[in-house]
């Protein structure tokens, strides 16, 4: 069945980094583009960055830009989603969501990590 | 960035009863909507895309409607596993947006 299964999160101290990993399993990886989604504590949702299905095109919030970094590697079925200089404000549940096809709409999620900034 | 404003911010109805919720966005995002559900602990599910499309294996009593800025879910009649958060989403323009979320709880 098609899956989402993402890796990577834990507690970090402000200003370090982190890397999410997500796995993809039960549909062709290559043909979708991949969202990272994060919501925060008892928050609503936020978009976070997108990656096109030939990887050549990305865009990011506002709250993330410079400082993470969304990539895939099609050979693995992986989607990553590096995190530079993190901020207490990053703290949040990340979820991979595989688009629906042609579409920026979150069609499968993945079962979230979560990410803690700390001191 | 375009802002969705979702309401009522809290909706209390038994089962059975018609659910209207709404999601108003700052300016004009033609038919580029999406509904989510979202239940405690889990991840939110698609329910909704381009307004009034409903998602694979969504149960007709979901329905979407609207354009332009005004969009509307309506729950034709509550049944017990629809008590939960609901999203709208834009994707007319980057960034895609959320709205901060409209809450269906039980009477």
């Known amino acids: 069945q098609v899956q989402l299964v993402e890796s990577g999160g834990g507690v970090v101290q402000p200003g370090r980094s982190l890397r999410l990993s997500c796995i993809a399993s039960?549909?062709?990886?290559?043909?979708?583009?991949m969202h990272w989604v994060r919501q925060t504590p008892g928050k609503g949702l936020e978009w976070v960055a997108v990656i096109s299905y030939d990887g050549r095109n990305k865009f990011y919030g506002d709250s993330v830009r410079g400082r993470f970094t969304i990539s895939r590697d099609d050979s693995k079925n992986a989607l990553y989603l590096q995190m530079d200089s993190l901020r207490s404000e990053d703290t949040a549940v990340y979820y991979c969501t595989r688009e629906l096809y042609g579409k920026s709409n979150m069609e499968v999620w993945g079962q979230g990590a979560t990410v803690t900034v700390s001191s | 960035e375009i802002v969705l404003t979702q309401s009522p911010a809290t909706l209390s109805l038994s089962p059975g009863e018609r659910a209207t919720l709404s999601c108003r966005a700052s300016?004009?995002?033609?038919?580029?909507l999406a509904w989510y559900q979202q239940k405690p602990g889990q991840a939110p599910r698609l329910l909704i895309y381009d307004a009034s499309n409903r998602a694979t294996g969504i149960p007709a009593r979901f329905s979407g409607s609207g354009s332009g800025t005004d969009f509307t879910l309506t729950i034709s009649s509550l049944e017990p596993e629809d008590f939960a958060v609901y999203y709208c989403?834009?994707?007319?323009?980057?960034?895609?947006?959320f709205g901060g979320g409209s809450r269906v709880d039980l009477k």
């Open positions: 039960g549909f062709t990886f290559s043909r979708y583009g």
């Open positions: 300016q004009t995002i033609n038919k580029y």
């Open positions: 989403q834009q994707r007319n323009d980057w960034p895609v947006t």
